[in-house]
């Protein structure tokens, strides 16, 4: 079905150019106001921190900025330099002290460290259920549940979202993107993933990780200073853990076990090789 | 199919429109990514102040000593706000938790509902604590844009897809509330506390879609705990997530349930 008006002919029907149209317009109304949004929370911030910075010595408002800027920083210098830590507040992973840190020469620093953190445990889901699907289909998960394959292909692609949304705050900050799995722990969770035969193995496996990259976004909304990142991390958490629900609920748990979502699996920027 | 009405000079004059649309939103997205990379150095690393702020508002001592001074106006309507709209969801899921249909129907459906109602209760308690702890009063009426849908949508719930259908409107706004206030508070204690309800609502949608589907799908039968995956429709996979980005649009306003 085709029609031909004016000096071309349009090579598809009218019905499927209005389901098309009425797509691409779904997907504007989605996706428009949101990032017209975050731009616009990003140039606000920026302005907000440029307006600071420009009249901290021209006035007393700006003066009183400046002191309650430095008091916090002084505040959170002396707290932690405490040695009382609270059980569950730093993510697992995490040696909270300069030897456990990355290193000193990393290419990721401050708020840029948990971008790269976000960028690389979005890498290791989109690997790991790369490879569940690919061991799936060369049966070495004995029958897969038709539901559990088109869960690990739409888990993986929104993952590879997330990743692409994460990289793309490094590369405009100038710093490379991150297409592997920078982690310390990645060997121990390829060689888990490798061990499984059975698609409840990989499940399960998925699960810890998506528990991980959801408490790790939890953590990171009140760690960061950026509100671009905070609201970054905050529109992937539900995400991350509706993942986690639905792998309960296939795995015969409770699909919302915690009345608030928890923070003791979340990972640390100590896991990050580079 | 009506090819003939086709105004192809519009159709081109439409797209251009739309490939400009597109050229401005990635140029600003652009801009932007490359604005917020240039203004990256905080005063410390996140992990070394994680331990600090979680300390802070670890358990049951969300907000402490000195949190009122911390928190803003805002905060105390957002927090209001919030416990309203858990207010309004402990009141639907208890009132749905006594219709027959539901009393005397699926089982794991009913206990969804008791578990959900005991969840939503710690919720409304804590952004209440939180609320009054930093010097605002506590919210112990519902949302009140939400409760006229409610109230407009209850003749007509006759079914347990019904009852499914209104929940998820009102997790779903919850979660997009919730996910939106952790960028409007200024309390990072606050921020922890929206960004910690947040996923949980999303994932009682989550569990809700899916059931929504098998009840669509004559698989009543699959909504169990456990239940036989093998026999769960492709669909069933996908259905609870169907965004990678938790969108905020329907998201209330801090204002929408605070108390006046």
């Known amino acids: 079905m085709s029609s031909a008006k004016g000096s071309w002919e349009l090579p598809i029907s009218e019905g499927e150019l209005s389901r098309l149209t009425g797509e691409l317009d779904e997907a504007h109304q989605e996706y428009l106001p949101r990032m017209q949004a975050a731009a616009a929370d990003l140039g606000q911030e920026l302005r907000d921190t440029g307006a600071v910075r420009e009249s901290r010595f021209a006035s007393r408002r700006g003066f009183l900025l400046g002191a309650g800027g430095v008091a916090a920083a002084l505040t959170l210098a002396a707290c932690s330099s405490s040695t009382k830590t609270t059980a569950g507040a730093s993510p697992s992973g995490s040696a909270m002290s300069p030897s456990g840190s990355p290193s000193a020469s990393s290419l990721y620093t401050g708020d840029l460290q948990v971008v790269a953190l976000a960028t690389a445990l979005e890498n290791q889901a989109v690997g790991a259920y790369g490879a569940a699907l690919a061991a799936a289909k060369a049966g070495k998960l004995g029958s897969v549940p038709p539901a559990v394959a088109t869960f690990a292909t739409t888990a993986m692609s929104q993952h590879t979202d997330h990743a692409k949304a994460w990289n793309a705050v490094l590369t405009g900050a100038g710093k490379p993107a991150i297409t592997g799995v920078p982690l310390s722990n990645q060997p121990a969770t390829l060689k888990a993933l490798g061990a499984v035969t059975n698609v409840g193995g990989v499940a399960q496996l998925a699960l810890e990780l998506e528990n991980q990259a959801a408490q790790t976004y939890l953590f990171a909304t009140y760690n960061v200073t950026s509100a671009g990142g905070i609201a970054t991390a905050a529109s992937i958490a539900p995400v991350e853990a509706m993942h986690a629900a639905i792998l309960n609920f296939v795995l015969g748990q409770y699909p919302v076990p915690d009345d608030f979502l928890p923070v003791d699996k979340a990972a640390s920027p100590t896991l990050l090789t580079i | ?260």
């Open chain 2, 1 to 260: 199919m009506g090819e003939e009405h086709l105004d192809t000079r519009l159709l081109a004059e439409l797209t251009e429109q739309s490939q400009d649309l597109n050229s401005d939103a990635l140029r600003i997205t652009r801009e932007s990514l490359v604005e917020y990379g240039q203004q990256q150095e905080p005063v410390r690393r996140w992990w070394q102040r994680g331990s600090v702020l979680a300390g802070a508002v670890g358990g049951a001592a969300l907000l402490g000593v000195g949190r009122a001074a911390a928190a803003s106006s805002v905060d105390v309507q957002a927090l209001q706000t919030a416990a309203s709209i858990e207010n309004l969801a402990v009141s639907v899921y208890t009132t749905a938790a006594g219709l027959s249909f539901i009393k005397d129907g699926n089982k794991t459906v009913a206990a969804f509902i008791a578990k959900t109602t005991t969840q939503h209760t710690a919720h409304g308690q804590a952004f209440n604590a939180a609320a009054t702890q930093a010097g605002g009063k506590a919210q112990t009426a519902p949302d009140p844009k939400y409760l006229a849908v409610v109230k407009k949508m209850l003749p007509s719930i006759t079914t347990p897809a019904d009852v499914v259908k209104l929940a998820i409107t009102l997790e779903d706004v919850a979660a997009q509330t919730y996910t939106s206030y952790v960028s409007k508070v200024s309390d990072p204690a606050l921020r922890k506390l929206f960004a910690s309800v947040a996923p949980v609502e999303a994932q009682h949608r989550s569990t809700l879609l899916a059931v929504q589907a098998l009840l669509a799908g004559g698989g009543a039968a699959l909504i169990a705990i456990p239940t036989d995956a093998a026999k769960l429709p492709a669909a069933a996979g996908s259905v609870g997530f169907p965004d990678s980005f938790y969108s905020t649009s329907m998201a209330s306003p801090v204002t929408e349930g605070a108390v006046q």
